[in-house]
Structures are given as C-alpha cells and as structure tokens.
C-alpha cells in the first residue's frame, strides 16, 4: 500500500462532500490494507440511502475477509436515518485487535452530525480524518469554498481532520490530463486547510499516464449503478 497511507491510525474517518469520491476512496483502501495483511473493518455510515455506497461492495469485501458493519436499511427503498448497535464494537475492538484498520464511511453532510454521536468515543484512541476534495463537484471547485466545507465538517463532527486526499474525477470520462491539473488545486486546499496532501487518487488504468503525479494511489472504481 501507499506509504502515506501505509501509518493511518486503526481507526480511520474518510469523509467528503456528497460526490467527491469518498466512499470509492474508503473501499478501495480497504481493500489494500486487507491485501497488506492487516484485519480490516468497514463501517458504512451513511444514514440515507444515496447512489453509491459501501453497502454496494459487501460481497466482494467479505470475500476478501473485511468485516463489513452496514445500516440497517442499506441497499433497501427504506430511507430511514438509521446506525446499527454494532459500531461500537469497533471502539472496543481497538483494545483487543492491535493491528485492525477500521474505516469509517461518512457523509459530509448529515453524516457529520451522525460521527458527532460517536465524539465520545474517539476522544478516548488516537485516530486519523481524512477529507476527500473533488475539484469537479459542486460547492466545491474553488480552494477556499473547499476549506470552507471542511469547517463545516470538523463543527459537526466534533473532530479535527488530519490529511487530505485528492480524488478529483468526472466518473467514467476522468482522462489523465483531468486528474494531473488539479494536483495544484489539491496541494492549495492543503495549505488553506494546514494539513497534509496524503495521496491523489485516481484509476488504475491511468497510472501509466500519472507516474510524475506525486503519492498516486491507484485505484478500481468501486460505484454501482442503480439503473
């Protein structure tokens, strides 16, 4: 795995705005953390049902032995607000299970609010937050309203961010050249925000155009489309 990535604390927040790539990051993340070795725990908490999820990953995940804690109404026509009892055992886990990543999926929005139920307990572990920016979303395309959403996020929350990720994309349309302009945008985010840029993520299938991208973590799309 990506050095940057290799010292992330056991338990890990990945949050972003609605479309920036977050939970394509989280899943993929895991999935090198479990290929590293490591005993790995994916909790998906977003509390509506939006079109891509980590629910949408389950079989493949556990096939590959993470353990994977969902809300109750994931990949179901139910939108119920809702988070299983089962999280906490991921805090509990931290005690026993010295070498578990646990991977929190977590919306920006109402799922910051969600995370900030949780306060509590990472005031007790050490823990890392990791913000995913996507230059090409809404809300989010200039530096300084980027940064903004950020505070929004740690207000919430209750949490204070500890790297950044770029996974600036346009889906299936993301060329090389879409993803090596914005390593400057990223890098300003960074600054604004006073945190480390920790990788720029972006297809495997790209790499080969990337390879002066500095910290490049290669990725698979992970999204499903409902239709």
Known sequence: MLKTLKNLQNLTVITG??????????????????????????????????????ADNRAELEALGVRCILPDFANTSVDIPSLPPEIFSAFEAYETETDRLTIFDVGG???????????????????????????????????????????????YSRLKTTGIVNCSNLGAETTAEDV????????????????????????????????????????????????
């Open 109 to 155: 929005d109402n799922g910051a609010v969600a995370l900030g139920m949780y306060n509590r307990f990472f005031a007790q572990y050490p823990y890392d937050l990791l913000y995913v920016i996507n230059r090409y979303r809404p809300l989010t395309e200039e530096p300084a309203d980027c940064a903004a959403l950020l505070g929004e996020i740690e207000y």
């Open 17 to 54: 705005h609605f479309g920036s790539g977050k939970t394509n990051f989280a899943v993929n993340l895991a999935k090198a953390a479990r290929q590293d070795g490591r005993d790995v725990t994916l909790i998906d908490m977003d509390i509506v049902n939006p079109y891509f999820r980590a």
């Open 180 to 227: 090596s302009s914005t390593i400057g945008w990223a890098k300003d985010v960074a600054e604004r925000c006073s945190l480390p840029l920790l990788c720029t993520a972006a297809l495997r299938e790209l790499a080969g155009e990337l390879e002066t991208v500095p910290d490049l973590f290669p990725i698979e799309n992970a999204t499903k489309f409902p239709f």
